[in-house]
């Protein structure tokens, strides 16, 4: 699935400079096979987020993440969750 910043540049004309994909139903690894064969980055494996570049575009792919708050400030506790669906309310998706 699409997400982030490249959907309204498509719908506006432009062309994005990347584009972000959420994965479901693979985990880390599997996604990561996938890829294997490309230029990949395991940039954020905490957070789920693999780097690829294919025809120069760079892709952002993640894999489902459930977090929750740990403290005062930004820190989370993130665990890889491939059963996490678009729908799934604690999902949450890394700004890669």
Same mark, same amino acid.
């Given at each position: 699935?699409?997400? /982030? *910043?490249?959907?309204?540049?498509?719908?506006?004309?432009?062309? &994005?400079? =990347?584009? =972000?994909?959420?994965? $479901? /139903?693979? *985990?880390?690894?599997?996604?990561?096979?996938? $890829?294997? =064969?490309?230029?990949?980055?395991?940039?954020?494996?905490? $957070? *789920?987020?693999?780097?690829?570049?294919?025809?120069?575009?760079?892709?952002?792919?993640?894999? %489902?993440?459930?977090?929750?708050?740990? /403290? &005062? /400030? %930004?820190?989370? =506790?993130?665990?890889?969750?491939?059963?996490?669906? &678009?729908?799934? %309310?604690?999902?949450?998706?890394?700004?890669?």
């Amino acid at each position: 699935m699409v997400v /982030g *910043g490249a959907i309204p540049n498509l719908l506006q004309g432009r062309e &994005p400079k =990347d584009l =972000d994909l959420d994965v $479901y /139903g693979l *985990g880390y690894g599997e996604v990561a096979a996938v $890829y294997a =064969d490309l230029a990949l980055k395991l940039v954020g494996r905490a $957070y *789920g987020v693999l780097k690829v570049v294919v025809d120069g575009l760079e892709l952002n792919v993640n894999v %489902p993440v459930l977090s929750s708050r740990v /403290g &005062p /400030g %930004p820190l989370m =506790d993130a665990q890889l969750d491939p059963r996490l669906t &678009p729908e799934s %309310p604690q999902r949450f998706r890394s700004s890669s």
